[in-house]
């Protein structure tokens, strides 16, 4: 289905390319970042083998309509999108960490509080809460950003004593991570969805924080369908969600939780339609538009034609 699993262009201007997870970032004049989203998909900090048809199209997207519209909030890194899987903007230092934040016990969170738990990245939790109860507010839970392997959970108090971020920085990353969930959980109720938690990345270019890379997508969030939320949880039910959780539960189901020595589970054509299939129903839901897919094309040719094109516009 053309799906982009890797790219290897080579642009005018071109002074570094870097090959993460799931995106290809291409460096020109060292100035401005092109990020392809391409349909890789990671669980567990594994990319897994066959890649997910639409999947880039489906976060660079979403993504980009968020920043547009959490834009008065804080600015961002994007300067254009010329392609549905192409974001060209300006590079950012980044900081450090992840700003993870959760508005309900769901996924790592749960699973921490399941073992037993009470406190995570320092913050106390209650006791007596079920999977996916809502929180009695939502918590700001950051990871350290790993450029290989896991991410892992750290306190407030540690990145300020490690130094990793300045408490003024930081304090103000705070404030935008709240002020950005506050802003998708008013958008995921219009549609009939419910925010469950989220990560941020914040970035730092001539002495300006810039919100930088995919916000509210379904890699970078975890959604519940707001219909029904509440009989489910009564129930003691699995809530219905629309997020990459869905992923992980099938492979640990198959006894993959990315550990050394265990076998990634087969990725079926069945398998991989349906998961393709999820992502755009993700999207259909939080944009309310109908997704379009590209024109049966060369994806290659279109993706190199479009970002050339989008060099002539730079400043």
Known sequence: ???????????????????????????????????????????????????IPFKGQVLNQIAAGFLEATADIVPNWV???????????????????????????????????????????GVSLPEGLKENDPLPKPIITPTTKA????????????????????????????KYTQALFKRGTEIAAERGLILVDTKYEFGKADGKIFLIDEIHTPDSSRYFYKDGYEERQQKGEAQKQLSKEFVRQWLLANNFSGQQGQQIPEMTPEIVQSISERYIELFEYITANPFQKPENQDVMLRLEKNITKAFTLLP
Not at 20 to 25: A, H, I, L, S
Not at 27 to 42: E, F, G, H, K, P
Not at 99 to 106: N, P, T
Request: glycine share 6%.
């Open 79 to 121: 300067i254009s999108v010329p392609d549905p899987s192409v974001t060209i903007g300006r590079i950012c230092e980044p900081f450090k960490v992840e700003m993870v934040i959760r508005g309900y016990l769901a996924g790592h969170a749960w699973r921490e509080y399941y073992a037993g738990k009470r406190s995570i990245c």
């Open 147 to 174: 450029a290989v392997g896991h991410d892992e959970d750290i306190s407030r108090t540690e990145i300020l004593e490690k130094g990793i971020v300045s408490e003024a920085d930081y304090s103000q990353l705070e």
């Open 1 to 51: 289905m053309n799906a982009i699993k890797e790219t290897n262009f080579s642009f005018p201007g071109q002074t570094n390319f870097y090959r993460g997870k799931v995106r290809d970032v291409y460096t020109i004049r060292d100035q401005y970042l092109v990020m392809v989203a391409t349909d890789r998909i990671s669980a567990f900090d594994v990319v897994l083998p066959e890649p």
